[in-house]
């Protein structure tokens, strides 16, 4: 099973970048799907995260009304919409799968697998 992030780089702030993450080796159409995000010398952070249907959201307050998360259930894929990015986006954004239907956790310890980082940087 591979998760594969990507869609990070370099804007300016007030601008928008949009990250995919597309997954390969099992099906995750019944799986809760996550993205975090790691700034330099902070501890990780949920962000966002979107339930099996793509029916309900939940996200962290310093992003709301900003970021959109979203899934194509048929593309195993599902996205990171990333509008108005101010300086203090800027971190290593990783998606991640939780198996199950039933919720949609914050806790990094609750997913059960996970791509690798993209960088998205945001400047001043």
């Known amino acids: 099973v591979q998760l594969q992030a990507f869609g990070g780089g370099l804007v300016q702030a007030g601008g928008s970048l949009r990250l995919s993450c597309a997954a390969s080796?099992?099906?995750?159409?019944?799986?809760?799907m996550g993205w975090f995000r790691q700034a330099p010398g902070k501890e990780r952070e949920f962000v966002a995260a979107i339930n099996w249907t793509g029916g309900s959201t939940r996200y962290v307050d310093s992003v709301k009304g900003r970021f959109t998360i979203s899934r194509d259930n048929a593309e195993n894929t599902w996205y990171l919409q990333m509008n108005r990015l101010k300086p203090e986006d800027t971190a290593v954004y990783c998606c991640a799968a939780r198996l199950g239907v039933t919720s949609i956790p914050v806790s990094a310890n609750a997913y059960d697998y996970w791509g690798q980082g993209t960088l998205v940087t945001v400047s001043s």
């Open positions: 080796g099992r099906t995750f159409s019944r799986s809760t």
